[in-house]
């Protein structure tokens, strides 16, 4: 085996100030994370709780193997908006009766469950998710509908929800709908298109229009369960196909329902896997706090693949992008990660020949970011630095193996781009509290804008005012400080998580497990025109 070295002094105060910064990060991300377990607050938890129902992970908890993990996604979307973090919905991938499963769960001490732009967005992340990779969905409803005061951002984009789950059943990919409460008006419709609807019973309401809009609209008198009631459905419409009697029947009968769905992984199990040679706790410390100062990521391949065995691709050529093969969880992967920041055309050109080689052998990828960009200069554009870092998009763009990318450090620029960032489509994207991503780096950022007003000024003829050019900068740097933090970037979805470094092998894990599930292939030719 070639098993890496480790060059990490873990008694140096290097090592000690990037472990307390990584810390005091991780401190910050699980206070953010607590709000969404809290869900709507103490008050509607106890009241939800009074009517004897269960909350969402509850629910899903029950669901799950025992012992099984649960890769929770997006849990801070919504973050920094208007809206409760976590977006009144939990998404994520689990084990149910042997089969993993896409599971998504209304929080209904949230705004009664109601969706907001936020839970639309987390919804159809999930079922991207789902239909990627050919994952039984599991949807646990209790849902008033659309957050009505934000009906002009979900009423257009949401038809996209039930457009899906179509689409699921279509492929072949089971849909199953446990209803514990209300699903009204378009949620109505998530039972209404899933291949097989569970309803408990005397808490299930079904109905395109409750009581009082049947009144308004038609005169028309009459009572919840009579109009959508578990019972009306299970007797006379026909919607549900099983009838619970309560909360843990109706999750028992999910259970069954998923045991006899035949449903079968594409892939053999894979090889018998080694853990690393090092510690994860280790990879607390190996990110500085300072993301302008390098690292060698070799110390983060050694503690999150099997053995610490990697197979380093072209190590002299192209030395600030490191390429290799390993295993991971006894999954074959490609890993591309970021040495020095930077990427040159060397980089450039070695990363698109890696990712054809992965593509020939069906091996997917594993993009480690710590970018900031490609670089710039005139000797490097009059070397072809942007035929090459296009002929890397190029590669990455019409790939068609499986795609994993972690966000470690710095991830900007068209970098981000070349590294298979969110816009590309990556199967899973997770980011560690300490990564940042933006068009470029907060300072670099600022300070292009003030040259180009002492340019435009000195132009005028009029003379610059240093103070207000001060005062530009200190805003625009704490603006895009501000927007390149992960957390800020998982609110708005453009990840599928920020996660605890030592938990990284184990989400990989779990990904390329999920991953198996669906054949792939990779590109054989295809990648468009390479320019030389």
């Known amino acids: 085996?070639?098993?890496?070295?480790?060059?990490?002094?873990?008694?140096?105060?290097?090592?000690?100030?990037?472990?307390?910064?990584?810390?005091?990060?991780?401190?910050?991300?699980?206070?953010?994370?607590?709000?969404?377990?809290?869900?709507?607050?103490?008050?509607?938890?106890?009241?939800?709780?009074?009517?004897?129902?269960?909350?969402?992970?509850?629910?899903?908890?029950?669901?799950?193997?025992?012992?099984?993990?649960?890769?929770?996604?997006?849990?801070?979307?919504?973050?920094?908006?208007?809206?409760?973090?976590?977006?009144?919905?939990?998404?994520?991938?689990?084990?149910?009766?042997?089969?993993?499963?896409?599971?998504?769960?209304?929080?209904?001490?949230?705004?009664?469950?109601?969706?907001?732009?936020?839970?639309?967005?987390?919804?159809?992340?999930?079922?991207?998710?789902?239909?990627?990779?050919?994952?039984?969905c599991i949807n646990l409803v209790e849902s008033g509908g659309a957050d009505l005061p934000s009906q002009k951002e979900i009423f257009i984009p949401g038809g996209a929800i039930f457009r899906d789950l179509t689409r699921l059943?279509?492929?072949?990919?089971?849909?199953?709908?446990?209803?514990?409460?209300?699903?009204?008006?378009?949620?109505?419709?998530?039972?209404?298109?899933?291949?097989?609807?569970?309803?408990?019973?005397?808490?299930?309401?079904?109905?395109?229009?409750?009581?009082?809009?049947?009144?308004?609209?038609?005169?028309?008198?009459?009572?919840?369960?009579?109009?959508g009631g578990a019972t009306?459905?299970?007797?006379?419409?026909?919607?549900?196909?099983?009838?619970?009697?309560?909360?843990?029947?109706?999750?028992?009968?999910?259970?069954?329902?998923?045991?006899?769905?035949?449903?079968?992984?594409?892939?053999?199990?894979?090889?018998?896997?080694?853990?690393?040679?090092?510690?994860?706790?280790?990879?607390?410390?190996?990110?500085?706090?300072?993301?302008?100062?390098?690292f060698d990521p070799r110390e983060v391949i050694a503690r999150i693949v099997d053995a610490s065995d990697f197979d380093e691709f072209k190590p002299l050529y192209g030395t600030s992008l490191c390429t290799g093969w390993a295993r991971l969880h006894g999954y074959p992967v490609g890993i591309l990660a970021n040495a020095q920041g930077v990427l040159f055309s060397a980089e450039s050109q070695k990363a698109a020949q890696f990712i054809q080689l992965a593509n020939q052998r069906d091996i997917p990828l594993l993009f480690l970011h710590n970018t900031t960009g490609y670089m710039v200069g005139r000797e490097y554009e009059q070397g072809g630095i942007i035929k090459h870092g296009a002929m890397m998009i190029n590669a990455v763009s019409n790939s068609r193996v499986p795609h994993l990318s972690v966000l470690m450090g710095a991830s900007y620029g068209a970098g981000h781009y070349g590294m298979c960032g969110r816009a590309y489509d990556p199967r899973f994207l997770f980011a560690w509290p300490s990564a940042k991503s933006a068009v470029m780096g907060p300072q670099q950022l600022a300070g292009v804008l003030s040259i180009v007003a002492r340019q435009s000024a000195a132009a005028k003829g009029q003379p610059y005012d240093e103070e207000a050019d001060a005062a530009l900068r200190a805003m625009v740097e704490q603006q895009i400080e501000s927007e390149s933090l992960p957390m800020f970037l998982s609110g708005r979805l453009y990840d599928d998580g920020v996660i605890d470094p030592r938990d990284t092998r184990t989400v990989l894990g779990l990904c390329l497990s999920a991953i198996h599930t669906a054949p792939y292939e990779g590109a054989r030719g295809g990648f468009g025109v390479f320019r030389m």
């Open 232 to 294: 009306m459905h299970a007797r006379v419409s026909g919607l549900a196909d099983y009838h619970a009697v309560d909360e843990r029947d109706a999750i028992r009968q999910a259970r069954r329902v998923v045991a006899r769905l035949n449903h079968r992984k594409a892939y053999a199990d894979p090889a018998i896997a080694e853990p690393p040679k090092y510690e994860a706790d280790e990879l607390l410390g190996i990110v500085p706090g300072d993301l302008k100062v390098p």
């Open 1 to 136: 085996m070639t098993v890496l070295a480790t060059a990490l002094d873990t008694t140096s105060d290097e090592y000690t100030d990037n472990r307390a910064a990584m810390l005091g990060k991780l401190a910050e991300l699980e206070a953010e994370h607590a709000k969404a377990l809290a869900g709507g607050g103490e008050k509607y938890v106890a009241r939800h709780r009074g009517r004897g129902k269960l909350l969402a992970r509850e629910r899903i908890e029950l669901l799950l193997d025992p012992d099984t993990p649960f890769l929770e996604l997006s849990p801070l979307a919504a973050w920094g908006s208007d809206y409760t973090v976590g977006a009144s919905l939990v998404t994520g991938i689990g084990v149910v009766e042997g089969v993993e499963c896409l599971i998504t769960a209304n929080d209904p001490t949230v705004r009664g469950g109601a969706s907001n732009p936020w839970s639309l967005k987390k919804a159809l992340r999930a079922n991207d998710i789902a239909y990627a990779n050919r994952l039984p």
């Open 169 to 227: 059943s279509a492929a072949g990919i089971p849909t199953i709908a446990v209803v514990f409460g209300n699903s009204t008006a378009g949620g109505a419709y998530v039972p209404g298109m899933s291949d097989h609807v569970i309803m408990v019973k005397e808490r299930a309401k079904v109905f395109l229009g409750g009581p009082p809009l049947v009144k308004m609209a038609t005169g028309e008198e009459s009572d919840d369960e009579s109009l």
